[in-house]
């Protein structure tokens, strides 16, 4: 199974433009563009990985009784966990040049997020709850002073 790729515009930053009747409007600006990859065919047949992600509102309340927090951003944690040799093909994707697969798991598998909370928790397992909290690829450091 191959996936298709499709250019999408990547929105950035607000302006504000006038109407044709003068009232102004909120528009987001595209400023580049992003390659996605069409993974929905592979999804579809994918054997879904039920692992429970933390709900948004506990980890908001978990920050409300702290002092201090840090925020970070784990942009690039996804593409640190290596795909099975024999899964790697399932990646397939195709463009005008050629086809590729991904060594290191891709956005878009509707497991990854499941797959990324579930090894940063057994990274981090003895400081969760203590002085930091997980939510998907963000992790945020709780302090009490």
């Known amino acids: 199974m191959v996936s298709t790729t499709q250019v999408v515009?990547?929105?950035?930053?607000?302006?504000v433009i006038k109407s044709e009747n003068g009232d102004e409007i909120q528009t987001r600006l595209t400023t580049s563009w992003r390659v996605c990859i069409d993974y929905r065919k592979l999804n579809s047949v994918t054997r879904k990985d039920h692992f429970l992600l933390p709900?948004?509102?506990?980890?908001?309340?978990?920050?409300?009784?702290?002092?201090?927090?840090?925020?970070?951003?784990?942009?690039?944690?996804?593409?640190?966990?290596y795909i099975n040799p024999l899964d790697q093909?399932?990646?397939?994707?195709?463009?005008?040049?050629?086809?590729?697969?991904?060594?290191?798991?891709?956005?878009?598998?509707?497991?990854?997020?499941?797959?990324?909370?579930?090894?940063?928790?057994?990274?981090?397992?003895?400081?969760i709850g203590k002085c930091m909290e997980i939510f998907m690829d963000d992790f945020l450091f709780l302090v009490n002073r």
């Open 55 to 81: 709900f948004t509102n506990q980890v908001l309340e978990k920050l409300a009784r702290k002092n201090f927090f840090c925020f970070l951003d784990g942009y690039f944690g996804y593409n640190q966990i």
């Open 89 to 127: 093909e399932k990646t397939t994707f195709s463009c005008p040049f050629d086809t590729f697969a991904f060594k290191c798991m891709p956005f878009g598998l509707c497991n990854a997020p499941a797959t990324f909370q579930r090894c940063m928790l057994s990274i981090f397992y003895d400081m």
């Open 9 to 15: 515009p990547k929105k950035s930053g607000i302006t």
